[in-house]
């Protein structure tokens, strides 16, 4: 098999590589070369043309018609296909592609042989073999996890590719290459329900995170007709949709779909958060504290608070309004989620606000080790916060923070994430008067969302 010692990459686009659609560019190849291509896209990784050689020549002669070609021909065969652009020099399609392509083998019955004939021809090891190799392989796992519906080998080529293989592989996670940017209606509509939320959390999330736009995703997240989930098992799809939609601030839509579904979102916090960014801290808060009585419900007698997104804007409601028990308020919900979330998403965003409540005691966290982790920080919720929390203390932004903040003001903006753009350059303008630029493009994000600023809710060194 190909190794190499550089980390490895897949182009989602570029002059030499196919992408959506282009299945009907391949049906233009001949018989064989199709062949080889599904072939290649359930493969994987990098290989040589001889491992491909052996691979094709070791499958059911009849799928070849006439005759199986030979070793020459293949080889030309590849060369070939790198030329029109379906195969790189590794001997990989498009991340696209193949998935197209995997889905048109599972459709013509060939995905299960073509599965065990790679498994069997390139093992997949876990404990041992180059690091790359590992990785490739685990990622390949995954893909025939989930086009064969094991979830026992998906998870576990996921905990995998998990732990040491970003550094190995440059590549967007798994389910993102699978259901994200080759997503399919129909073909993703088809699979069972659990895998479905399992795909979807994942592509939103790193959505979220990474502020990466997937319309196709939304739209079907917003369509109770596409869904073909049943309605009483909607619930989490719904508050995935709604977490974007925050982001996004897109209100009106949050509104809509909080009002369509009621029953989806008691005890989420969305109601209220929907109303803060709006401009109604009270009622915001209102909804929140009735949010929190059907949480505790759920919970019993163990302190309970919202986790992830929803929190952060009761947090923030709290803390706008600072009435008398306002801010202990903060302390019990800050102490509940870092309770429970030990190296969760959500830890790092807490802690700084943690750090916004002891400022006035002079009672610090470890801000050292705070901005350290704001550096490696590659959560775009998390920074903007982070970044928020340290303005709210009165620390002065040095210029590796806000360049931080520009970037996440282009991403949000390229991509839709208006609040987030809005809130990076009102943050912005705020730390330098002389970035009129972003002063003009906050308040134009802000008309036009009917969105408040977090920047203000709290005064400096308050």
């Not at 083998?105 to 180059?130: C, N, Q, T, W």
């Not at 990466?212 to 049943?230: E, G, N, R, V």
């Not at 991403?411 to 753009?421: F, G, K, R, S």
């Amino acid at each position: 098999m190909k190794e190499s010692s550089e980390k490895d990459s897949l182009e989602l686009s570029g002059n030499n590589s196919r992408n959506t659609g282009d299945l009907l560019d391949v049906s233009t190849l001949s018989a064989v070369e199709q062949l080889l291509l599904q072939l290649i896209s359930i493969i994987y990784e990098p290989v040589s043309a001889s491992f491909l050689t052996r691979c094709l020549t070791s499958l059911d002669p009849t799928l070849f018609g006439d005759r199986r070609p030979s070793g020459d021909e293949i080889t030309a065969m590849i060369s070939r296909l790198r030329r029109k652009g379906f195969l790189n020099n590794k001997n990989q399609c498009p991340p696209v592609l193949a998935e197209l392509l995997t889905r048109q083998a599972i459709s013509l019955d060939r995905f299960v042989p073509f599965a065990s004939l790679i498994e069997k021809a390139a093992p997949v090891d876990y404990m041992h073999g180059k690091w790359p190799t590992r990785c490739w392989r685990a990622l390949r796992q995954f893909r025939i996890g989930v086009y064969s519906q094991d979830f026992d080998k998906l998870d576990e080529a996921l905990v995998f590719l998990e732990g040491e293989c970003h550094r190995y592989l440059d590549v967007d996670p798994p389910a993102v290459l699978v259901a994200g940017h080759a997503f399919d209606p129909v073909w993703f509509g088809a699979l069972p329900g659990s895998f479905q939320f399992f795909l979807l959390d994942h592509v939103v999330r790193y959505s979220m995170e990474r502020l990466q736009h997937f319309p196709a995703i939304l739209a079907y997240l917003a369509d109770d007709q596409a869904l073909t989930i049943p309605p009483d098992e909607r619930v989490p799809f719904h508050r995935l949709l709604a977490s974007c939609y925050l982001l996004q601030g897109r209100l009106d839509d949050l509104r809509l779909l909080l009002e369509n579904h009621s029953d989806s979102f008691l005890g989420s916090g969305f109601a209220g958060s929907v109303a803060f960014l709006g401009g109604d801290t009270d009622q915001a808060l209102h909804l929140f504290d009735d949010d929190l009585k059907q949480l505790q419900q759920y919970a019993g007698t163990e302190p309970c608070f919202f986790l992830g997104i929803t929190g952060l804007f009761c947090v923030f409601a709290l803390l706008a309004r600072d009435k008398e028990g306002d801010r202990d308020n903060v302390r019990q919900a800050v102490a509940t989620v870092l309770k429970r979330c030990n190296g969760c998403p959500e830890e790092i965003p807490f802690r700084f606000l943690d750090a916004v409540i002891c400022s006035p005691d002079d009672i610090m966290p470890d801000m050292l080790s705070l901005t350290e982790d704001l550096v490696a920080e590659e959560r775009s919720l998390t920074s903007l916060v982070a970044i928020l929390a340290l303005y709210w203390i009165g620390v002065e932004i040095p210029p590796n923070f806000q360049a931080i903040l520009k970037r996440l003001y282009k991403q949000a903006l390229d991509n839709e994430y208006l609040w987030v753009a809005m809130e990076s350059a009102e943050l912005l303008a705020t730390l330098d008067e002389s970035q009129q630029a972003m002063k003009a493009s906050a308040q134009s994000l802000a008309a036009r969302l009917q969105c408040r600023y977090l920047t203000h809710i709290i005064a400096p060194h308050a």
